[in-house]
């Protein structure tokens, strides 16, 4: 099935990658950039997106897609664009110690974990987030900056996606520009392992593979939404 708008008749439709081997991810529309051969991008449905391949074969596929134009909006995710299969839910918060905390929950109705929102503390400008994973310890991000910047994201081996957002963003600030010098880049951890990093963009690395993307993707929308 062809999701893209404006698409080459002579390029192949952009496949759709199963949710569970998606390891880079963002939110966007954006199925195939601009290039040289290419003056405009080439557009989609808003997705949870993965790159993919490089030059003219550059491509961001679609893992998992939000709920058809049309429809009530909700904290709902899909395996399908039409709507069809549902890949997971948001639940309303609850109160717990203080804190939202949201369920996730499958395409069966079944409870996978949790993302719980902390209100800032008193001196915080902002709140922070946690995710639950059953069987595994509290995944806790990290709000600081990365000290040394993208050197120090290379050393820890981040993907190119992520690297390359966090380089364009510094050398956007060393042109004169509006943006940064650095982007805010974020480590998240579960009991002392590095499971996942994000960015001020939200673009995900996912660094454990036992980690439930679905979580991952309901942090996201309860970020944007």
């Known amino acids: 099935m062809v999701f893209g708008k404006n698409k080459h008749v002579d390029e192949l439709p952009v496949p759709v990658v199963p949710w569970a081997d998606a390891w880079e991810f ?14 405009r991008p080439v557009l989609g449905v808003r997705a949870f997106r993965v790159p993919h391949g490089g030059g003219m074969q550059r491509v961001h596929a679609p893992c ?25 839910s948001v639940d309303g918060p609850e109160e717990v110690d203080g804190a939202r905390r949201y369920a996730v929950r499958d395409g069966q109705g079944q409870v996978v974990g949790a993302v719980r929102r902390i209100p800032p503390l008193k001196h915080a400008l902002k709140p922070t987030w946690r995710i639950e994973q059953p069987g595994h310890a509290e995944i806790v991000s ?12 290379v050393q820890k081996g981040a993907g190119k996606f992520l690297l ?17 010098a650095k982007s805010r880049v974020l480590e998240w951890k579960a009991d002392g392992e590095l499971v996942l990093t994000s960015d001020a963009q939200h673009r995900f690395l996912v660094r454990a593979g036992w980690l439930d993307r679905r979580l991952v993707f309901a942090y996201a929308v309860l970020l944007t939404s």
């Open 164 to 180: 390359g957002a966090v380089q364009a963003v510094a050398d956007m600030g060393s042109e004169g520009g509006d943006q940064p």
């Open 142 to 153: 990290s709000a600081e900056w990365a000290k040394g910047g993208v050197t120090e994201m």
């Open 26 to 39: 963002a939110i966007g529309d954006e199925e195939r950039p601009a290039t040289g051969g290419r003056k």
């Open 64 to 88: 998992a897609f939000f709920p058809p134009q049309g429809t009530a909006s909700d904290l709902r995710l899909y395996e399908d664009v039409e709507g069809r299969s549902l890949l997971c």
